[in-house]
């Protein structure tokens, strides 16, 4: 309950970011600019130097991999999935929420017949430059 209730309060955090800063985006209105990718496909929802929001679509999963420098927090739009965060997994559905510490190992597999949707938040502002992936 207590992590429906943060996923809830970072969604209405950004939905009013985006209200404030001229930019409106319907959560169920969110399609990837294409149907025809493979596995993984991000939409920059927005970014600044404080953080950076993206819709995130998954096919199959996502390789363990961590950020140096960013805290992330995931809020599942669609889809299920196996997340997996440190040395512990759990099952993943609608509505949750997860909160993945700075320089912490995680990734997904997606379970359902349709793409994992999720919205993912970074902090501070994501360039691409911090991401590690596993070996």
């Given amino acids: ?18 209200i404030v800063s001229a930019q409106t ?7 990837p600019d294409s149907t025809n990718y493979d596995n993984i496909h991000v939409k920059r929802i927005s970014s600044d130097s404080l ?6 679509w998954i096919k199959l999963k996502v390789k363990m991999h961590k950020h140096i420098n960013h805290t992330e927090h995931v809020y599942v739009l669609e889809g ?7 040395d512990k997994s759990k099952s993943i559905k609608k509505g949750d929420f997860i909160t993945i510490p700075r320089n912490t190992w995680h990734g997904v597999e997606v379970a359902s017949e349709i793409p994992l ?19």
């Fill in 1 to 18: 309950m207590e992590s429906n209730m943060k996923g809830l309060l970072i969604i209405t955090l950004l939905l009013i970011q985006h």
């Fill in 25 to 31: 985006v319907s959560i169920e209105d969110l399609r």
């Fill in 51 to 56: 953080s950076s929001t993206f819709a995130i």
């Fill in 80 to 86: 299920k999935g196996n997340f997996t965060i440190g």
């Fill in 117 to 135: 949707k999720v919205i993912s938040v970074q902090s501070p502002e994501f360039k691409g430059l911090d991401r590690i992936y596993k070996k």
